[in-house]
């Protein structure tokens, strides 16, 4: 039996609780932009040396070539949206054009949200959507130093306890953290993700009854979330669908919830000695209710077929009730469905095709709608983090060029360069003084110069096309200098 009367007790379960969970509430972000990994090629075709590399037109996220070592290609079809990043002293190589050249295709297309549920792991498959993406109270792991990353911020303000790499044990100090939004590797728009207030205070009152995911902005986070996540539902392969809080999608399942303001780790505890015998079948996840009280949510790891569902909800009711926990209402999806269902019905009155146009079409709607949703915002936070994310052991740095229409990329006129702009920054230099003249990279565009509204080339550029304009143009210098 658990005393929760004095108050020193208290406190020494709550350290208990702390330690024991917090280290389970840790997400982290999954895509791999690296080009050594296979699957980011179209059939796992690595590009091999002279080989043509081909980036869809809206690429959009950033690529990481910094390890493949003195890369020789023979020619880079660049995306109209899209980054590479490139070594700090690693070389790109142009081998002349060839017809025989082996093509390797990018696999990977558009932006990676923070707010699509995919892109972390972490929870259980039993959670809302909106909490298998970071909460106030998660523990965010990036990919390690040596990683590229690119994740476009959500649109609203959200809160988390900590962030780190990967390969670190200690996590970003906030003010650390804070810093990085004024880092040129961050494309600008509004840094969205903050740490969360008192972290400690939170950590402790996870248990309280109403500590939500995201707090505020709880609405419109969701459905920036459903945004992504709804036209991804597909079939609901069950009977009577649950409506699960912060869940994009209807939910097959099975569902126990209790509207006492009790404990979650005492419901979480009891969930799992009940359902201990089930792990191989169904996943469980215990959350507070936004009404204060607490619900286990069950679903089945596979399909859903129901009769598991049913016994184990069943199974935790009683141990519920046993431990003296009131149960307000236990409840299953029902019957399992089949998808063919849905043809069978409808095929032979519309013909599925119709079918397959109506489908179509609600999903565009529904990404049609996402897309505005999240780019009228402009809100483009995409961050690329390579080699020594803090600024004293910086090791790589990179430039980015912009397929502008006046210029692309242009030897800078030495004379009339801005100053003081590049120059306290040695690692930049490094890469961005090319036989005495400086590429304009945009990345270190005085803001002054900002012209509003400049359109995107429609027609890819190719790197061979840059190379040339480029060779012109130290030419013509060097012709200048001569005279
Ligand atoms: C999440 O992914 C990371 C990196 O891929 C891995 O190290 C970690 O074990 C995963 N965590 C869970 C709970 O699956
Ligand atoms: C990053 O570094 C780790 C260890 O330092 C290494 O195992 C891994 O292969 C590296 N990854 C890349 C993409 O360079």
């Known amino acids: 039996m658990l005393e929760f009367s004095a108050p020193y007790r208290k406190i020494v379960l709550c350290i208990i609780l702390i330690s024991k969970y917090s280290a389970a509430f840790e997400k982290h972000w999954l895509p791999d932009l690296e080009w050594q990994t296979a699957n980011n090629w179209v059939d796992g075709r690595i590009p091999e040396i002279d080989s043509r590399v081909i980036f869809p037109q809206q690429t959009r996220h950033a690529v990481g070539i910094a390890s493949a070592n003195n890369l020789r290609l023979s020619g880079i079809d660049l995306p109209s949206q899209g980054f590479l990043v490139l070594p700090r002293n690693g070389k790109l190589q142009l081998s002349n054009s060839r017809t025989d050249a082996k093509v390797s295709k990018w696999s990977k297309e ?6 699509d549920p995919v892109n972390w792991n972490g929870s259980s498959i ?11 109270q998660d523990n965010v792991v990036l990919p390690s130093v040596n990683r590229t990353l690119s994740i476009l911020l959500p649109v609203r303000e959200v809160q988390v306890s900590s962030i780190r790499l990967s390969n670190e044990k200690q996590p970003f100090l906030e003010e650390e953290w804070i810093d990085f939004q004024d880092r040129r590797e961050f494309s600008t728009g509004r840094f969205t993700v903050k740490y969360t207030e008192l972290n400690l205070l939170y950590l402790a009152m996870r248990d309280c009854p109403r500590c939500f995911c995201q707090e505020n902005s709880l609405n419109d986070y969701l459905e920036e979330i459903c ?22 999608c209807p939910y097959c399942g099975g569902r126990v919830s209790t509207s006492e303001q009790i404990s979650l780790v005492m419901v979480q505890t009891a969930a799992d000695e009940a359902l201990e015998g089930y792990t191989e079948k169904i996943a469980w996840h215990t959350r507070r209710s936004w009404n204060g ?12 077929s129901g009769i598991v569902i049913q016994e184990a909800v069943e199974n935790l009711r009683e141990m519920l009730q046993t431990t003296g926990i009131h149960v307000t209402n236990a409840e299953t999806a029902g019957a399992a469905m089949k998808d063919s269902r849905l043809a069978v019905t409808l095929g032979p009155l519309l013909g599925t095709p119709l079918v397959l146009i109506v489908l179509l079409l609600l999903a565009f709607l529904y990404f049609g709608y996402s897309l505005e949703h999240i780019l009228s915002g402009c809100m483009e936070a995409v961050s690329s983090v390579r080699d020594g994310i803090r600024a004293d052991k910086q090791k790589h740095g990179f430039a980015r060029f912009e397929n502008i229409p006046e210029g692309n990329v242009r030897i800078a006129d030495l004379s009339g360069t801005s100053g003081g702009e590049v120059d306290d920054d040695d690692v930049v230099k490094g890469i961005t003084q090319v036989a005495g003249g400086r590429f304009e990279n945009p990345l270190y565009r005085s803001k002054r110069d900002k012209t509003e509204g400049r359109k995107i080339l429609d027609a890819p550029l190719t790197l061979a096309t840059l190379k040339s304009q480029i060779d012109d143009q130290l030419e013509n210098k060097e012709m200048d200098t001569e005279e």
Not at 227 to 248: K, M, N, S, W
């Open 126 to 136: 039993a959670a809302p959507d909106l909490e298998r993406v970071p909460c106030r």
């Open 110 to 115: 558009g932006n990676f949200f923070w707010a």
């Open 227 to 248: 945004a992504i996540q709804r036209p991804r539902c597909g079939f609901t392969d069950c009977e009577y669908p649950l409506t699960v809080e912060g869940h994009c």
């Open 293 to 304: 009280g607490v619900e286990v949510l069950i679903k089945e790891k596979g399909d859903y």
